[in-house]
């Protein structure tokens, strides 16, 4: 009596190239203080600096991402470092300086004192105003998320699952960039600390750059 093999899956027969887009952790820089406009970009400085909060770990989801991945890539900033290495269990296989995240740079408002997420807010619309101040514009970002997507696209390509720890705005952003390489997102799940975003594409697809 002969038995049958198992037949194989489509994917197992033609993988597709996989891009996890992952927001950090929670930072532990408190939110819960006001300030003005001058004192804003002093806070943004020691976000970019610090840390998450001690003592958290990755969810189960977004560790057997990580562990599954061919790489681990890192925007260098500590807080994405750390959230890599909590959901690999070990240091990022690579920092990328291109998946750092779009500056906030706060309008002028005077002495008037708002908290971090307020803040936040106002900059991040002025931003997509045209107003950039001392941080890199709208229009340079998206320059560099085309460049960090060929990077992304190119390190997925032959069937590889690519695990990126980075910035909530900055992963936003790819979307577009990615959908010009063929890849489509198939799994969103918003934009809170530890969430991401998966990205597929077919083997026969071929990257376009613009």
């Known amino acids: 009596m002969t038995h049958q093999q198992p037949s194989k899956k489509v994917d197992d027969i033609f993988p597709k190239d996989i891009i996890i887009l992952c927001r950090h952790g929670e930072p532990a820089l408190s939110r819960k203080t006001r300030m003005n406009w001058r004192g804003y970009k002093y806070w943004w400085g020691l976000y970019d600096e610090g840390g998450l909060v001690p003592g958290q770990d990755a ?33 990022p296989d690579k920092l990328e300086p291109l998946m750092v995240e779009a500056g906030l740079p706060p309008p002028n408002l005077g002495y008037i004192r708002l908290n971090p997420p307020t803040w936040g807010v106002l900059a991040r619309i002025c931003w997509m105003a045209g107003f950039s101040g001392e941080v890199e514009s709208q229009k ?3 320059k560099r998320a085309e460049k960090a997507a060929d990077i992304l696209s190119e390190e997925a390509k032959g069937g590889k699952m690519v695990f990126v720890a980075a910035h909530g705005w ?3 952003m790819m979307r577009p960039a990615l ?8 799994e969103d799940h918003g934009d809170l600390h530890w969430s991401y975003r998966r990205y597929e594409r077919e083997q026969d697809q071929k990257a376009e750059n613009t």
């Open 179 to 186: 959908k010009r390489r063929g890849f489509v997102c198939v």
């Open 170 to 172: 900055f992963n936003r």
């Open 140 to 142: 340079r970002a998206r």
């Open 59 to 91: 969810p189960r989801v977004i560790k057997d991402l990580a562990r599954q991945a061919d790489i681990v890539i890192s925007s260098p900033l500590r807080r994405a470092v750390e959230t890599a290495t909590l959901a690999k269990g070990a240091a």
